[in-house]
């Protein structure tokens, strides 16, 4: 019964900015985590960042500094504000949640549909 619906993809121009958000939706009791994770044209899904409850972040080795992960509690959102954005970055960004859906049930892991995003040179 949750889901996870990105926006903010398109295309920009290297060096350019992008903001991407992640809305989760349905029976929530809790949000342990939330991150982004992406995937290149022939490549694996590799993290990009995630947040905790805590507001513990963590970033992949290839972000220097370049991206933010945030959150807002009062709209189960999280977003991903990128910066100087490089040509091999372009590819499907996906919302990545930890949820619990009740008091006394465990937590899950959810992902959603992803969003495209394309850095040209």
């Known amino acids: 019964q949750v889901q996870l619906v990105e926006s903010g993809g398109g295309s920009v121009q290297a060096g350019g900015s992008l903001t991407l958000s992640c809305a989760a939706s349905g029976r929530i009791f809790s949000i342990d985590r939330m991150g982004w994770y992406r995937q290149a044209p022939g490549k694996q899904r590799e993290l990009v960042a995630t947040i905790t409850s805590r507001i513990t972040t963590t970033y992949a080795d290839s972000i220097k500094g370049r991206f933010s992960i945030s959150g807002d509690n009062a709209k189960n959102t999280v977003y991903l504000l990128m910066n100087r954005l490089e040509p091999e970055e372009t590819g499907v960004y996906y919302c990545?949640?930890?949820?619990?859906?009740?008091?006394?049930?465990?937590?899950?892991?959810?992902w959603g549909k992803g969003t495209l995003v394309t850095v040209s040179s």
């Open positions: 990545n949640a930890y949820i619990r859906s009740s008091a006394v049930s465990y937590g899950a892991d959810y």
